[in-house]
C-alpha cells in the first residue's frame, strides 16, 4: 500500500510537472536596440534616395519598437509605415509578395478591406531561425517599391544580428 501511495505521488508530480511547461511559452521578438537600428538605416537610405519618409519597426505582436520620421515626410507617412509592418507581420510575408499574391487571384483581394491591414509595398517581415521577430514599415517615397528598398536597406544592416 505504501509503495502504490509513493508511485502514485511520482505520478502526479511528473503530470504537474509537464503541465507546468505546458503553460509557458518562450519565444524570440526583436530587441529595440536592433529595431533602432534596422529603422535608422532605412531611414539613412531614403535619405541618400532623396526621399523624406517615416520608418517603423515593430515587434512580432505588431507594437512599435521606433518610430523614425524625417521633417518633411506626409502628415499620414507614420501611421502608413505602421500598417505596412502590421500587415507584413500578420500575414508573414512581404507586403509587396502580398500584392503580387492578391493581383494573381491566389488571395483574396477583399483582404485589403480588413482593418488595420495596408496593401501597399514597403512592410516587410524580420526573420531569423524560422521566427518571426517583428517587422519594418516605410512609407512617404514616391512609390511603394522605393519604401520597400530603404526598407530592405534597414533589414540588410542587421540581418548579421539576428542570425542565431
Known amino acids: ?33 536592433i529595431a533602432f537600428e534596422m529603422a ?12 523624406q519618409v517615416a520608418v517603423v519597426a515593430i515587434d512580432r505582436f505588431g507594437q512599435p519598437l521606433v518610430v523614425l520620421r524625417d521633417r518633411y515626410a506626409g502628415l499620414g507617412a507614420i501611421s502608413t509605415a505602421t500598417g505596412k509592418a502590421w500587415t507584413a ?13 492578391i ?23 524580420v526573420q531569423a531561425g524560422g521566427s518571426t521577430l517583428g517587422g519594418i514599415g516605410v512609407a512617404g517615397a514616391p512609390g511603394g517599391d522605393k519604401d520597400e528598398s530603404c526598407a530592405k536597406a534597414g533589414l540588410s544592416a542587421v540581418q548579421d544580428k539576428l542570425e542565431f
Request: charged share 15%; aromatic share 4%.
Open 89 to 101: 507581420v500578420n500575414f508573414g510575408r512581404n507586403t509587396s509578395e502580398l500584392i503580387k499574391s
Open 1 to 33: 500500500m505504501k509503495c502504490a501511495i509513493i508511485i502514485a505521488a511520482a505520478a502526479l508530480l511528473a503530470g504537474a510537472s509537464g503541465r507546468a511547461e505546458d503553460a509557458i511559452v518562450t519565444y524570440k521578438s526583436l530587441a529595440p536596440d
Open 103 to 125: 493581383q494573381s487571384g491566389q488571395l483574396s483581394a477583399g483582404l485589403a478591406n480588413l482593418p488595420n491591414v495596408v496593401m501597399l509595398a514597403g512592410g516587410m517581415v
Open 40 to 51: 535608422r538605416a532605412a531611414l539613412e537610405q531614403c535619405r541618400k534616395d532623396g526621399f
